[in-house]
């Protein structure tokens, strides 16, 4: 949008900024892999590791044949390209105290990432182990102040499921839409266990749970209207890779004014399903 027709008037030294969401998923994935991709359409094959089988020893007989410890591979494909690309008239900058580059590059981070924490979020979605599930599509979760049926109550549930699945209990976190929140704040059990600073500056970080960090996102993704996807995990089970491959400034041919462009791509895998958990939920 141009900015002529405030010319005549001064800027504020502060410009009014759109209201952004706290951006959570990105954050919920390891990066092990994100110095292997280059460009656009990389592929990154991730071995892994099978059980080791541990047998019964008798003197004076031979040992059994080693066993292969690589597992089959994972592969995470960076096929994802997401660019943006902004002008600004050079008699609007020079009307404008601020600046409003500089503004602008910011926003345009933060919508990048908005869209890759969208992305990452369904790919979560569906790689979750069928192990690790609460409630469906056909027959939600639908917490309540009942003993119980809280959301303090569910999260322990899918809690146990994990533990079931042997993901260690350090690192877990869980991703709940801000109505969840609103029912914990009425929850003696978790406004009694109040948070650290450290443990405060994580993003959208509200507190603490049977050993989860209790992450808020407006990103939560709410299917057919009334399914919330509840995620929740370790970043063992995810891996995301990004990369900025270019951002250029440059002037428009046809314009007077100072314009930038930038390319990144990405991908994200789900490596162990295992680690994750989803509670399907619905407000009502």
């Known amino acids: 949008m141009s900015l002529q027709n405030f010319i005549p008037t001064i800027w504020s030294a502060k410009l009014i900024e759109?209201?952004?969401?706290?951006?959570?998923?990105?954050?919920?994935?390891?990066?092990?892999?994100?110095?292997?991709?280059?460009?656009?359409?990389?592929?990154?094959?991730?071995?892994g590791l099978s059980t080791v089988t541990i047998r019964n020893y008798s003197r004076n007989v031979d040992i059994e044949d080693p066993e292969d410890v690589i597992a089959a591979t994972a592969e995470l494909v960076v096929d994802q390209e997401k660019y943006y690309n902004f002008a600004v008239d050079d008699v609007d900058a020079a009307q404008a105290k601020p600046t409003v580059m500089s503004a602008?590059?910011?926003?345009?981070?933060?919508?990048l990432a908005d869209t890759i924490d969208?992305?990452?979020?369904?790919?979560?979605?569906?790689?979750?182990?069928?192990?690790?599930l609460l409630g469906s599509d056909d027959s939600d979760i639908v917490p309540n102040s009942t003993a119980g049926t809280c959301v303090y109550?569910?999260?322990?549930?899918?809690?146990?499921?994990?533990?079931?699945?042997?993901v260690p209990r350090q690192g877990r976190w869980i991703v709940i839409p801000p109505w969840w929140t609103t029912m914990l704040l009425s929850d003696a059990r978790f406004t009694a266990a109040p948070a650290t600073s450290a443990d405060a500056l994580k993003n959208g970080f509200?507190?603490?749970?049977?050993?989860?960090?209790?992450?808020?996102?407006?990103?939560?993704?709410?299917?057919?209207?009334?399914?919330?996807k509840v995620i929740c995990g370790t970043n063992a089970g995810a891996t995301l890779a990004v990369q900025i491959l270019k951002t250029e400034?440059?002037?428009?041919?046809?314009?007077?004014a100072d314009a930038i462009k930038g390319l990144s791509v990405y991908g994200a895998k789900v490596v162990r399903p295992a680690c994750l958990g989803l509670i399907t939920t619905a407000k009502s």
């Not at 602008?104 to 919508?111: G, L, P, R, T, V």
């Not at 109550?153 to 042997?166: N, Q, V």
């Not at 400034?249 to 007077?256: A, D, L, S, V, W």
Request: glycine letters at 12%.
């Open 206 to 228: 509200i507190g603490r749970i049977g050993g989860f960090d209790v992450l808020e996102s407006h990103n939560v993704k709410n299917t057919n209207g009334d399914h919330y």
């Open 153 to 166: 109550d569910y999260i322990l549930e899918i809690g146990e499921k994990l533990s079931d699945s042997k």
């Open 118 to 132: 969208q992305y990452v979020r369904d790919i979560l979605i569906a790689g979750v182990s069928e192990d690790n």
């Open 249 to 256: 400034g440059y002037r428009p041919p046809k314009r007077f």
């Open 104 to 111: 602008a590059m910011k926003n345009a981070a933060y919508e």
């Open 18 to 47: 759109e209201l952004q969401k706290a951006l959570v998923y990105g954050g919920c994935c390891n990066k092990d892999y994100e110095g292997d991709i280059k460009q656009a359409g990389d592929r990154v094959r991730i071995g």
